[in-house]
């Protein structure tokens, strides 16, 4: 049997989070790994359509979940979760832009294989 140890967060042993931006330029697709890119995951996200005529499209959770919608001069926000991966369409005028709050991901979030007898 395998047993695996996660370390749950609360306001006392919480890290800082550090502040990040992308921005996606029009008429192209982006695909941020906050693990790969920023050493982290993103705890808070800011989606921000700049394009004043066309939709922008944006998926987090990987394929678990579609892509959604985000109408022209809008913008969305993700709150308390952790994401990992987030994809992001701009529209053809105009960018998107993404700022996010990162956790840094720590040695203690791997998981910790025990061996039970």
């Known amino acids: 049997m395998i047993n695996l140890v996660f370390q749950k967060y ?3 042993n919480l890290p800082l989070l550090f502040p990040i931006r992308v ?3 029009a008429g ?3 695909v941020i790994s906050f693990p790969d890119e920023f ?12 394009d004043g005529t066309n939709n922008a499209s944006y998926q987090y959770g990987g394929n678990a979940l579609e892509f959604q919608n985000l109408a022209a001069s809008a913008f969305r926000t993700i709150d308390g979760t952790a994401i990992d991966r987030l994809a992001v369409i701009a529209g ?3 960018s998107v832009l993404v700022e996010a709050q990162v956790l840094p991901i720590e ?3 791997i998981p ?4 039970v007898n």
């Open 10 to 12: 609360n306001i006392s």
């Open 23 to 25: 921005i996606v330029p």
């Open 28 to 30: 192209t697709t982006r």
């Open 39 to 50: 050493l982290g995951r993103a705890v808070s996200i800011l989606i921000q359509n700049n």
């Open 92 to 94: 053809a005028v105009g």
């Open 107 to 109: 040695r203690a979030d």
């Open 112 to 115: 910790i294989v025990e061996a």
